[in-house]
Protein backbone atom coordinates (compact mmCIF):
# COMPACT_ATOMS: atom_id res chain seq x y z
CA UNK A 1 0.00 0.00 0.00
CA UNK A 2 1.16 3.29 -0.58
CA UNK A 3 2.19 5.22 2.50
CA UNK A 4 0.80 8.72 3.30
CA UNK A 5 3.88 11.39 2.48
CA UNK A 6 4.29 13.41 5.72
CA UNK A 7 6.85 16.38 5.48
CA UNK A 8 7.75 17.60 8.72
CA UNK A 9 9.73 21.10 9.53
CA UNK A 10 10.24 22.38 12.80
CA UNK A 11 10.93 26.37 13.62
CA UNK A 12 13.96 25.81 16.09
CA UNK A 13 13.38 28.83 17.46
CA UNK A 14 9.66 29.09 18.18
CA UNK A 15 8.90 29.62 21.54
CA UNK A 16 12.51 30.49 22.75
CA UNK A 17 11.61 33.39 24.35
CA UNK A 18 8.54 32.67 26.45
CA UNK A 19 9.78 31.55 29.41
CA UNK A 20 12.25 34.66 29.39
CA UNK A 21 9.38 37.21 29.79
CA UNK A 22 9.84 38.48 26.26
CA UNK A 23 6.81 37.60 24.91
CA UNK A 24 7.61 36.41 21.64
CA UNK A 25 10.67 35.07 19.46
CA UNK A 26 10.27 36.57 16.45
CA UNK A 27 13.56 38.16 15.02
CA UNK A 28 16.95 38.28 15.28
CA UNK A 29 17.33 40.90 18.43
CA UNK A 30 14.91 39.30 20.51
CA UNK A 31 15.97 35.54 19.80
CA UNK A 32 19.72 36.64 20.87
CA UNK A 33 18.27 38.06 24.19
CA UNK A 34 16.71 34.95 25.06
CA UNK A 35 19.21 32.71 24.53
CA UNK A 36 21.80 35.73 26.93
CA UNK A 37 18.74 35.09 29.17
CA UNK A 38 19.18 31.78 29.77
CA UNK A 39 16.67 30.55 26.92
CA UNK A 40 16.67 26.79 26.06
CA UNK A 41 14.38 26.26 22.32
CA UNK A 42 10.83 24.75 22.85
CA UNK A 43 10.30 23.48 19.77
CA UNK A 44 12.42 20.71 19.32
CA UNK A 45 11.10 18.91 22.68
CA UNK A 46 7.06 19.74 21.58
CA UNK A 47 7.92 18.13 18.44
CA UNK A 48 10.03 14.78 19.59
CA UNK A 49 6.33 14.42 21.92
CA UNK A 50 3.87 14.31 19.19
CA UNK A 51 6.63 11.88 17.11
CA UNK A 52 6.59 9.82 20.46
CA UNK A 53 3.03 9.77 20.62
CA UNK A 54 2.57 8.41 17.01
CA UNK A 55 1.26 4.31 16.90
CA UNK A 56 2.01 4.83 12.97
CA UNK A 57 5.11 6.64 12.69
CA UNK A 58 6.16 3.81 10.35
CA UNK A 59 4.05 3.74 8.41
CA UNK A 60 4.49 7.66 6.76
CA UNK A 61 6.73 8.35 4.32
CA UNK A 62 8.69 11.43 6.16
CA UNK A 63 10.42 13.72 4.62
CA UNK A 64 11.97 16.48 6.11
CA UNK A 65 14.96 19.44 6.16
CA UNK A 66 18.32 19.02 7.99
CA UNK A 67 19.41 19.29 11.32
CA UNK A 68 17.19 20.98 14.20
CA UNK A 69 14.62 21.62 11.52
CA UNK A 70 13.42 18.40 11.25
CA UNK A 71 15.98 15.89 10.74
CA UNK A 72 17.35 15.86 14.19
CA UNK A 73 13.69 15.12 16.13
CA UNK A 74 13.40 12.22 13.90
CA UNK A 75 16.37 10.59 14.63
CA UNK A 76 16.11 11.23 18.42
CA UNK A 77 12.29 9.12 17.75
CA UNK A 78 13.88 6.59 16.22
CA UNK A 79 12.11 7.45 12.29
CA UNK A 80 13.76 7.67 9.32
CA UNK A 81 13.10 10.22 6.62
CA UNK A 82 14.14 11.75 3.14
CA UNK A 83 16.33 15.14 4.47
CA UNK A 84 15.89 17.79 0.96
CA UNK A 85 18.50 20.02 2.56
CA UNK A 86 20.75 21.27 5.31
CA UNK A 87 20.14 23.76 8.20
CA UNK A 88 21.98 26.77 9.07
CA UNK A 89 23.06 27.06 12.55
CA UNK A 90 21.17 30.06 13.25
CA UNK A 91 17.80 29.50 11.20
CA UNK A 92 15.14 32.80 9.65
CA UNK A 93 11.89 32.65 8.39
CA UNK A 94 13.29 33.18 5.13
CA UNK A 95 15.28 29.32 5.86
CA UNK A 96 11.14 28.28 7.18
CA UNK A 97 9.91 29.45 3.44
CA UNK A 98 12.51 27.96 1.74
CA UNK A 99 12.21 24.66 3.50
CA UNK A 100 8.31 24.56 2.74
CA UNK A 101 8.19 25.23 -0.45
CA UNK A 102 11.05 22.29 -1.54
CA UNK A 103 8.72 20.12 0.57
CA UNK A 104 5.76 20.93 -1.14
CA UNK A 105 8.04 20.37 -4.66
CA UNK A 106 8.89 16.80 -3.50
CA UNK A 107 4.78 15.94 -3.25
CA UNK A 108 4.46 15.84 0.46
CA UNK A 109 0.02 14.75 1.34
CA UNK A 110 0.10 17.44 4.46
CA UNK A 111 3.20 19.59 6.00
CA UNK A 112 3.43 18.77 10.23
CA UNK A 113 5.25 22.39 11.56
CA UNK A 114 6.54 23.10 14.93
CA UNK A 115 6.39 26.61 15.54
CA UNK A 116 3.81 29.94 17.05
CA UNK A 117 2.16 32.33 14.84
CA UNK A 118 5.28 33.61 12.94
CA UNK A 119 5.83 30.07 11.59
CA UNK A 120 2.04 29.80 10.32
CA UNK A 121 2.66 32.92 8.76
CA UNK A 122 5.35 32.30 7.36
CA UNK A 123 4.12 29.03 5.69
CA UNK A 124 0.95 30.92 4.39
CA UNK A 125 3.30 33.16 2.16
CA UNK A 126 5.42 30.59 1.05
CA UNK A 127 2.46 28.23 0.19
CA UNK A 128 -0.70 29.69 0.92
CA UNK A 129 -3.63 26.94 0.44
CA UNK A 130 -1.50 24.45 -1.63
CA UNK A 131 -1.85 21.19 0.91
CA UNK A 132 -2.94 20.63 4.17
CA UNK A 133 -0.60 21.60 7.47
CA UNK A 134 -0.71 20.78 10.94
CA UNK A 135 0.43 22.82 13.38
CA UNK A 136 1.96 21.37 16.57
CA UNK A 137 2.11 23.84 18.92
CA UNK A 138 5.56 25.28 20.15
CA UNK A 139 5.20 28.93 20.31
CA UNK A 140 4.71 31.85 22.48
CA UNK A 141 2.16 33.30 20.67
CA UNK A 142 -0.62 31.18 19.78
CA UNK A 143 -3.45 32.90 18.34
CA UNK A 144 -3.85 31.28 14.96
CA UNK A 145 -6.67 28.24 14.26
CA UNK A 146 -3.80 25.73 12.61
CA UNK A 147 -2.81 24.20 15.77
CA UNK A 148 -3.29 20.52 17.62
CA UNK A 149 -3.91 21.43 21.27
CA UNK A 150 -1.31 19.61 22.17
CA UNK A 151 1.24 17.25 20.41
CA UNK A 152 -0.20 14.47 21.64
CA UNK A 153 -3.66 15.67 19.86
CA UNK A 154 -1.44 16.13 16.88
CA UNK A 155 -0.42 12.69 17.08
CA UNK A 156 -3.67 11.19 17.26
CA UNK A 157 -4.77 13.20 14.02
CA UNK A 158 -2.03 11.77 11.83
CA UNK A 159 -2.51 8.67 13.13
CA UNK A 160 -6.34 8.78 11.97
CA UNK A 161 -5.25 9.73 8.82
CA UNK A 162 -2.69 6.87 8.52
CA UNK A 163 -5.19 4.24 9.63
CA UNK A 164 -8.37 5.45 7.75
CA UNK A 165 -10.17 7.34 10.59
CA UNK A 166 -12.57 10.25 10.09
CA UNK A 167 -11.31 13.41 9.91
CA UNK A 168 -12.09 16.91 8.62
CA UNK A 169 -10.88 19.21 6.19
CA UNK A 170 -11.54 22.92 7.36
CA UNK A 171 -10.09 26.07 6.61
CA UNK A 172 -8.54 27.56 9.63
CA UNK A 173 -7.42 31.59 10.07
CA UNK A 174 -4.02 32.53 10.36
CA UNK A 175 -3.51 35.20 12.88
CA UNK A 176 -0.52 37.55 14.58
CA UNK A 177 -0.48 40.11 17.28
CA UNK A 178 -0.39 43.27 15.46
CA UNK A 179 2.76 44.96 16.90
CA UNK A 180 1.91 48.56 16.40
CA UNK A 181 -0.87 47.81 18.22
CA UNK A 182 1.23 46.04 21.01
CA UNK A 183 4.14 49.09 21.19
CA UNK A 184 0.67 51.15 22.18
CA UNK A 185 -0.08 48.71 25.06
CA UNK A 186 -3.03 46.55 23.45
CA UNK A 187 -2.92 43.26 22.45
CA UNK A 188 -4.71 42.72 19.03
CA UNK A 189 -4.83 39.60 16.64
CA UNK A 190 -4.16 40.25 13.09
CA UNK A 191 -6.01 38.88 10.31
CA UNK A 192 -3.18 37.26 7.65
CA UNK A 193 -4.90 34.80 5.78
CA UNK A 194 -6.69 31.00 5.72
CA UNK A 195 -5.06 27.31 5.73
CA UNK A 196 -6.39 23.95 5.10
CA UNK A 197 -6.64 21.88 8.23
CA UNK A 198 -6.94 18.16 9.30
CA UNK A 199 -8.92 18.55 12.35
CA UNK A 200 -11.25 14.89 14.24
CA UNK A 201 -14.17 14.13 12.21
CA UNK A 202 -16.91 12.28 14.03
CA UNK A 203 -20.50 12.30 13.01
CA UNK A 204 -21.92 16.29 12.51
CA UNK A 205 -25.02 16.90 14.89
CA UNK A 206 -27.00 17.84 11.74
CA UNK A 207 -26.73 14.60 10.36
CA UNK A 208 -27.11 12.61 13.77
CA UNK A 209 -29.91 9.77 14.26
CA UNK A 210 -29.97 8.28 17.18
CA UNK A 211 -26.13 8.87 17.19
CA UNK A 212 -25.64 7.26 13.84
CA UNK A 213 -25.62 9.61 10.11
CA UNK A 214 -28.93 9.53 8.25
CA UNK A 215 -27.56 8.76 5.48
CA UNK A 216 -30.37 10.19 3.23
CA UNK A 217 -30.38 13.54 4.50
CA UNK A 218 -26.51 13.40 4.29
CA UNK A 219 -26.76 12.70 0.20
CA UNK A 220 -29.19 15.21 -0.04
CA UNK A 221 -26.43 17.82 1.64
CA UNK A 222 -23.59 16.30 -0.45
CA UNK A 223 -26.02 16.87 -3.53
CA UNK A 224 -26.75 20.52 -2.42
CA UNK A 225 -22.95 21.63 -1.69
CA UNK A 226 -21.51 20.11 -5.21
CA UNK A 227 -24.30 21.92 -7.16
CA UNK A 228 -23.63 24.17 -5.60
CA UNK A 229 -20.18 24.40 -6.81
CA UNK A 230 -21.23 23.19 -10.43
CA UNK A 231 -23.12 25.84 -11.18
CA UNK A 232 -19.86 28.31 -11.22
CA UNK A 233 -17.84 26.02 -13.49
CA UNK A 234 -17.49 27.02 -16.82
CA UNK A 235 -15.70 23.54 -17.53
CA UNK A 236 -17.57 20.76 -18.39
CA UNK A 237 -18.76 18.48 -15.44
CA UNK A 238 -18.11 14.69 -15.91
CA UNK A 239 -20.38 13.25 -13.76
CA UNK A 240 -19.93 8.88 -12.82
CA UNK A 241 -21.81 6.28 -12.19
CA UNK A 242 -24.10 5.51 -8.95
CA UNK A 243 -26.91 6.13 -6.71
CA UNK A 244 -25.34 9.22 -4.85
CA UNK A 245 -24.15 10.58 -8.40
CA UNK A 246 -27.91 10.30 -9.20
CA UNK A 247 -28.47 12.79 -6.59
CA UNK A 248 -26.61 15.11 -7.98
CA UNK A 249 -27.79 14.71 -11.52
CA UNK A 250 -31.15 14.94 -10.13
CA UNK A 251 -30.65 18.04 -8.23
CA UNK A 252 -28.83 19.09 -11.97
CA UNK A 253 -32.19 18.93 -13.49
CA UNK A 254 -31.90 15.73 -15.57
CA UNK A 255 -32.16 11.82 -15.42
CA UNK A 256 -28.54 10.52 -15.35
CA UNK A 257 -27.07 7.03 -16.66
CA UNK A 258 -26.91 5.35 -12.82
CA UNK A 259 -24.23 3.02 -14.32
CA UNK A 260 -22.62 5.49 -17.09
CA UNK A 261 -20.68 8.91 -17.24
CA UNK A 262 -22.86 11.80 -18.22
CA UNK A 263 -21.12 15.51 -18.94
CA UNK A 264 -23.05 18.63 -18.32
CA UNK A 265 -21.87 21.85 -18.98
CA UNK A 266 -23.60 25.53 -17.58
CA UNK A 267 -26.94 24.21 -17.16
CA UNK A 268 -27.34 21.54 -19.98
CA UNK A 269 -26.80 17.96 -20.42
CA UNK A 270 -24.03 17.78 -23.16
CA UNK A 271 -23.87 13.89 -23.29
CA UNK A 272 -25.57 10.85 -21.69
CA UNK A 273 -23.69 7.52 -20.95
CA UNK A 274 -20.28 8.16 -22.69
CA UNK A 275 -17.39 6.26 -23.24
CA UNK A 276 -13.60 6.22 -23.11
CA UNK A 277 -12.77 7.25 -26.44
CA UNK A 278 -15.37 9.91 -26.23
CA UNK A 279 -13.52 11.52 -23.08
CA UNK A 280 -10.52 11.75 -24.96
CA UNK A 281 -11.58 12.94 -28.05
CA UNK A 282 -14.16 15.41 -26.98
CA UNK A 283 -12.23 16.52 -23.46
CA UNK A 284 -9.24 18.70 -23.21
CA UNK A 285 -10.12 19.76 -19.44
CA UNK A 286 -12.87 18.59 -17.15
CA UNK A 287 -14.01 18.69 -13.80
CA UNK A 288 -15.07 15.25 -12.41
CA UNK A 289 -17.02 13.73 -10.15
CA UNK A 290 -16.91 10.61 -8.55
CA UNK A 291 -18.20 8.47 -5.67
CA UNK A 292 -16.83 5.13 -4.41
CA UNK A 293 -17.54 1.43 -4.02
CA UNK A 294 -19.43 0.67 -0.26
CA UNK A 295 -17.02 -1.71 1.81
CA UNK A 296 -14.59 -2.22 -1.33
CA UNK A 297 -13.89 1.69 -1.46
CA UNK A 298 -12.73 1.53 -5.00
CA UNK A 299 -12.93 4.81 -6.39
CA UNK A 300 -11.47 4.77 -9.18
CA UNK A 301 -10.82 1.47 -11.96
CA UNK A 302 -14.24 -0.57 -10.98
CA UNK A 303 -17.07 0.02 -12.82
CA UNK A 304 -15.78 3.27 -14.41
CA UNK A 305 -13.22 2.40 -16.95
CA UNK A 306 -14.46 4.85 -19.11
CA UNK A 307 -11.60 7.02 -17.34
CA UNK A 308 -8.59 6.22 -19.33
CA UNK A 309 -5.16 6.84 -18.09
CA UNK A 310 -4.84 9.23 -21.23
CA UNK A 311 -7.88 11.27 -20.21
CA UNK A 312 -7.13 11.27 -16.52
CA UNK A 313 -3.41 12.38 -16.93
CA UNK A 314 -4.94 15.25 -19.45
CA UNK A 315 -7.52 16.79 -16.77
CA UNK A 316 -5.10 16.20 -13.66
CA UNK A 317 -6.29 15.05 -9.84
CA UNK A 318 -7.12 19.03 -9.20
CA UNK A 319 -9.71 18.18 -11.42
CA UNK A 320 -11.00 15.15 -9.05
CA UNK A 321 -14.12 15.56 -6.46
CA UNK A 322 -14.92 12.34 -4.37
CA UNK A 323 -18.03 12.70 -3.01
CA UNK A 324 -19.72 10.21 -0.18
CA UNK A 325 -21.20 9.97 3.25
CA UNK A 326 -19.39 9.03 6.12
CA UNK A 327 -21.25 5.82 6.89
CA UNK A 328 -19.73 5.04 3.46
CA UNK A 329 -16.18 5.85 3.95
CA UNK A 330 -16.73 3.66 7.69
CA UNK A 331 -17.95 1.01 5.45
CA UNK A 332 -14.40 0.47 4.39
CA UNK A 333 -12.79 -0.25 8.32
CA UNK A 334 -10.02 2.15 7.70
CA UNK A 335 -8.65 0.83 4.29
CA UNK A 336 -7.96 3.27 1.67
CA UNK A 337 -9.69 4.15 -1.36
CA UNK A 338 -8.40 2.39 -4.57
CA UNK A 339 -7.25 3.38 -7.94
CA UNK A 340 -6.25 0.88 -10.40
CA UNK A 341 -5.70 2.81 -14.03
CA UNK A 342 -3.93 0.12 -15.86
CA UNK A 343 -1.52 2.63 -15.11
CA UNK A 344 0.84 2.00 -12.55
CA UNK A 345 2.76 5.13 -12.60
CA UNK A 346 -0.35 7.27 -12.50
CA UNK A 347 -2.10 5.33 -9.68
CA UNK A 348 1.24 5.86 -7.73
CA UNK A 349 1.20 9.61 -8.48
CA UNK A 350 -2.34 9.98 -8.21
CA UNK A 351 -1.81 8.27 -4.85
CA UNK A 352 -2.14 9.96 -1.38
CA UNK A 353 -4.65 12.20 0.78
CA UNK A 354 -7.89 13.31 -0.91
CA UNK A 355 -10.55 15.12 0.04
CA UNK A 356 -14.11 14.15 0.16
CA UNK A 357 -17.11 16.16 -0.07
CA UNK A 358 -19.33 14.50 2.97
CA UNK A 359 -22.50 16.67 3.40
CA UNK A 360 -22.87 20.42 2.97
CA UNK A 361 -19.56 22.60 3.21
CA UNK A 362 -18.15 19.38 4.71
CA UNK A 363 -15.25 17.66 4.01
CA UNK A 364 -12.98 14.79 5.37
CA UNK A 365 -9.05 13.70 4.46
CA UNK A 366 -9.19 10.10 3.21
CA UNK A 367 -6.55 8.52 1.75
CA UNK A 368 -6.51 7.37 -1.72
CA UNK A 369 -3.78 4.38 -2.73
CA UNK A 370 -2.65 2.52 -5.35
CA UNK A 371 -3.02 -0.95 -3.30
CA UNK A 372 -5.04 -1.83 -0.29
Given at each position: ???????????????L?G?V?????D???V??E???R?????AP?????????L???D?????T?G???????L??A??H????????D????GD????????V???????V?????G???D????I?R????L?IP???????????????????????L??G????????????L??S???????????F???RV???????????E?GVENEA????????D??????E??????L???S?L???????????S??G???W?Q??VV????????L??????ATI?????R??G???G??????????L???G??A??V???R???K?????PLL????D?????I??G?????????????Y?LSD??
Open positions: MTRLKVGLLVNPVAGGTALKGSGADQAARAGATPRERTRRMLEAKHGDIRWCWGAMGEEARAGLGEVLGDAPVTSATRMAARALGAGVDLLFTGGDTARLLEADELPVGGGVKMHSGVFATTPERGAELLDAVSGLVSSAIREVRDDEALHRGEIRPRYGEMPEPGGYLQHTKRLAVTEIAAVVEQLVEKEPVVGPGTGAIKQALGFEGLLFDVQGAARDVDGRWETRMDSVLSFTGQFLIRGNQQLTPAFRRVRDLRVGTTKLSLDGRIDTDPELDRWSLIEVITGYQDRLFRHE
